[in-house]
């Protein structure tokens, strides 16, 4: 089993949204076909790690609603949905500097564990790309209540197997050409049982090239407080974000210039509800 460092703290400027009001994430299998509970959105950015949020890729994101389905880019190796019927595809294959972000809060969380899924496809270039110009995901959850980051995985399509991530090389185009990379999915424990009453956050975002010529994607599924049970066929590497062994390296691509005064006021609009 893999083990993963939880981070001390994590400055972003990402804003969370309205707070799901509940103890749980809301449609974390995403079996209603539908975002409820969540909050997307997505944008442009470039090579120099500058973000426009302006929400115009909407449809880059969806449920997938078909537990056979196997993504082409990973030659038919990866199943496009971890448990139950659905997932949610964030991001799509296309290039075009797009990404895409998920968010969700949950207030008074009383789960004493706290289980997540997720899978990675992102195209890498065979010309050399700088790290902030190459397809990339992140994936945070944060405590609110205090501004620690609970778990982080951030990697782009060159190094995922840096952080602990099992990372294959899948369909080679004629672009470049260019060879899509994936992991398998990835099943993520934390101990949530000194958390309770907190408030937690989670983010997570997949991001084409920075140049705009290469895609990137990830499935995410089953945001529950047991233990998923992996459809058949489904290959999982299991995370436990417990004990610390690994520290990740700082990456460039984390947003710049941005610090956690967007976190305290969260807190304190927190506060007045």
Same mark, same amino acid.
Request: hydrophobic share 35%; with cysteine.
């Given at each position: 089993?893999?083990?993963?460092?939880?981070?001390?703290?994590?400055?972003?400027?990402?804003?969370?949204?309205?707070?799901?009001?509940?103890?749980d994430f809301t449609n974390g299998g995403f079996e209603n076909g539908t975002l409820s509970g969540w909050t997307l959105n997505s944008g442009v950015w470039n090579s120099s790690g500058a973000e426009t949020l302006n929400n115009s890729y909407q449809g880059d994101s969806a449920v997938i609603t078909d537990a056979s389905a196997k993504d082409?880019?990973?030659?038919?190796?990866?199943?496009?949905?971890? %448990?139950?019927?659905?997932?949610?595809?964030?991001?799509?294959?296309?290039?075009?500097?797009?990404?895409?972000?998920?968010? %969700?809060?949950?207030?008074?969380?009383?789960?004493?564990?706290?289980?997540?899924?997720?899978?990675?496809?992102?195209?890498?270039?065979?010309?050399?790309?700088?790290?902030?110009?190459?397809?990339?995901?992140?994936?945070?959850?944060?405590?609110?209540?205090?501004?620690?980051?609970?778990?982080?995985?951030?990697?782009?399509?060159?190094?995922?197997?840096?952080?602990?991530?099992?990372?294959?090389?899948?369909?080679?185009?004629?672009?470049?050409?260019?060879?899509?990379?994936?992991?398998?999915?990835?099943?993520?424990?934390?101990?949530?049982?000194?958390?309770?009453?907190?408030?937690?956050?989670?983010?997570?975002?997949?991001?084409?090239?920075?140049?705009?010529?290469?895609?990137?994607?990830?499935?995410?599924?089953?945001?529950?407080?047991?233990?998923?049970?992996?459809?058949?066929?489904?290959?999982?590497?299991?995370?436990?974000?417990?004990?610390?062994?690994?520290?990740?390296?700082?990456?460039?691509?984390?947003?710049?210039?941005?610090?956690?005064?967007?976190?305290?006021?969260?807190?304190?609009?927190?506060?007045?509800?």
């Amino acid at each position: 089993m893999k083990k993963i460092i939880l981070s001390a703290c994590f400055v972003s400027a990402i804003t969370f949204p309205a707070f799901a009001g509940t103890n749980d994430f809301t449609n974390g299998g995403f079996e209603n076909g539908t975002l409820s509970g969540w909050t997307l959105n997505s944008g442009v950015w470039n090579s120099s790690g500058a973000e426009t949020l302006n929400n115009s890729y909407q449809g880059d994101s969806a449920v997938i609603t078909d537990a056979s389905a196997k993504d082409a880019n990973t030659n038919g190796n990866l199943f496009e949905v971890l %448990q139950g019927s659905n997932s949610l595809r964030l991001n799509n294959a296309a290039n075009g500097y797009h990404f895409s972000r998920l968010t %969700q809060t949950v207030t008074d969380y009383t789960g004493a564990d706290l289980y997540f899924g997720f899978a990675a496809v992102l195209e890498n270039p065979a010309n050399p790309h700088t790290e902030a110009q190459t397809p990339k995901f992140d994936f945070t959850l944060m405590n609110v209540t205090t501004g620690e980051t609970l778990y982080r995985v951030q990697f782009d399509s060159r190094n995922a197997s840096s952080q602990g991530i099992t990372w294959n090389a899948g369909k080679t185009t004629s672009n470049g050409p260019s060879t899509w990379m994936y992991s398998n999915w990835n099943v993520v424990h934390v101990d949530t049982s000194k958390l309770t009453g907190n408030t937690l956050g989670l983010i997570v975002t997949a991001y084409d090239c920075g140049l705009g010529g290469h895609g990137g994607y990830a499935y995410v599924d089953s945001f529950q407080p047991t233990a998923p049970t992996p459809n058949e066929g489904v290959i999982v590497n299991n995370i436990d974000a417990i004990n610390l062994t690994q520290v990740p390296e700082p990456s460039s691509f984390v947003l710049a210039g941005l610090g956690i005064a967007s976190l305290a006021l969260l807190r304190r609009n927190s506060g007045r509800k």
